[in-house]
């Protein structure tokens, strides 16, 4: 370290004051302000700055809010002004600004010196840390949400298939052996009714459990899950899906594969209402260190942030949300005429060490 003269020091010390985004105020023991530096004129109103100037006694007091206390979020009971003696090296204060209504503050106040009862009163704006604690808990909430909603989903896929379906399966194997028994036309024709609906309701209740939460993106991964979709969407819809996989590892974490089954599964979805197509490319790779999903068709397409756009917006809203998630990065791109194309890419490498500092 450098030693710094006096004189240093002291040039040091003025620049400190004069440039510090911190609120500096000086105070003398009645509570007058006997200077401030210029982040503090800048927050204040100019009827509070006139009547410090007249070293008005507890002037600052014309701004404050009150400070938390342990009792409560905004108390003025044992204020930091009327009791110096308490420890008051750190807390959070309230202050009337000029043109931000009232802002949150880190706040420290202190004897500089004792034999004049000097203090200094120092602040810090903490809306952007509140900022960044809120969006923190929004997506730390959005997180469990929808995990909890996707434990639920397996649950009830599960029970479904595991119980529905096969009471179900097991009704369907009686009334066939039930045909082949000695019965009327009559009889016969009504078992090959009701055989024919328990048919289609086991199809649709084993539509609804995939669609709940396919068991296969759980026991083998996106690969796989995404062939099954895609095989049922050839099926039922008439709709190609080119699909093509290139990936250097097996399984993500879950939170990734979620997000990146659910997207597809939307953008496809969106795909079979909106392109007008017969067909939808997907890939899916690993590039660069990032998971990347690309759902395209050559369909109608429309005019991004349009309007007219057909539809709620929910499920691209939805799309984002989940992207966002797991630090990705959701691009929407689409030419009337010539298609849309959408792209996830999702960091594995920050993902990653996430995972390992968990």
């Known amino acids: ?5 006096d004189d240093g020091m002291t040039g040091l010390l003025r620049n400190m004051y ?11 023991k009645d509570g007058k302000v006997l200077a401030m530096n210029p982040a503090a004129e800048n927050i204040l109103d100019i009827e509070v700055i006139e009547k410090m100037n007249r070293n008005e006694e507890n002037s600052i007091c014309q701004s404050c809010e009150g400070y938390t206390s342990e009792q409560e979020a905004i108390s003025c009971c044992n204020c930091y002004l009327a009791s110096p003696k308490e420890d008051f090296s750190s807390f959070q204060v309230y202050l009337k600004t000029r043109g931000q209504g009232i802002v949150p503050y880190a706040a420290s106040y202190h004897i500089i010196d004792e034999e004049s009862g000097t203090r200094v009163f120092m602040l810090l704006n903490l809306t952007k840390q509140f900022q960044t604690q809120e969006k923190l808990y929004q997506t730390k909430m959005l997180k469990y949400i ?3 909603q996707e434990d639920e989903r397996k649950r009830i896929s599960r029970e479904l298939h595991d119980s529905v379906a096969q009471e179900l399966l097991s009704s369907l194997v009686d009334l066939r ?4 028994m000695n019965v009327n036309e009559d009889v016969l024709r009504k078992l090959q009714h009701t055989e024919i609906s328990i048919t289609r309701l086991l199809d649709d209740i084993r539509h609804l459990s995939v669609e709940l939460r396919p068991a296969s993106l759980d026991d083998l991964g996106l690969e796989a899950a995404f062939r099954s979709h895609f095989k049922w969407i050839e099926k039922n819809y008439g709709v190609l899906v080119d699909f093509s996989a290139k990936l250097s590892a097996a399984r993500y974490s879950s939170e990734i594969e979620t997000v990146v089954y659910r997207v597809c599964q939307e953008a496809v979805l969106n795909a ?7 067909q939808v490319f997907v890939k899916l790779f690993e590039l ?16 991004v942030n349009s309007s007219e756009v057909k539809g709620t917006g929910l499920g691209l809203y939805g799309m984002r949300e989940r992207s966002e998630l797991v630090n ?3 691009i929407l791109n689409s030419d009337i005429g010539k298609g849309t194309t959408i792209q996830l890419y999702i960091p594995l490498a920050q993902v990653r060490i996430e995972e390992e500092a968990l």
């Open 1 to 5: 370290m450098i030693p710094i003269t």
């Open 177 to 180: 052996v039930i045909k082949y």
């Open 288 to 303: 660069g260190g990032y998971l990347q999903l690309i759902v395209q068709d050559h369909g109608i397409g429309f005019i």
């Open 146 to 148: 929808i995990k909890a």
């Open 328 to 330: 990705g990065q959701l």
């Open 18 to 28: 004069q440039n510090s985004i911190e609120a500096i105020f000086f105070m003398d």
């Open 272 to 278: 079979l209402k909106y392109a007008d197509t017969d």
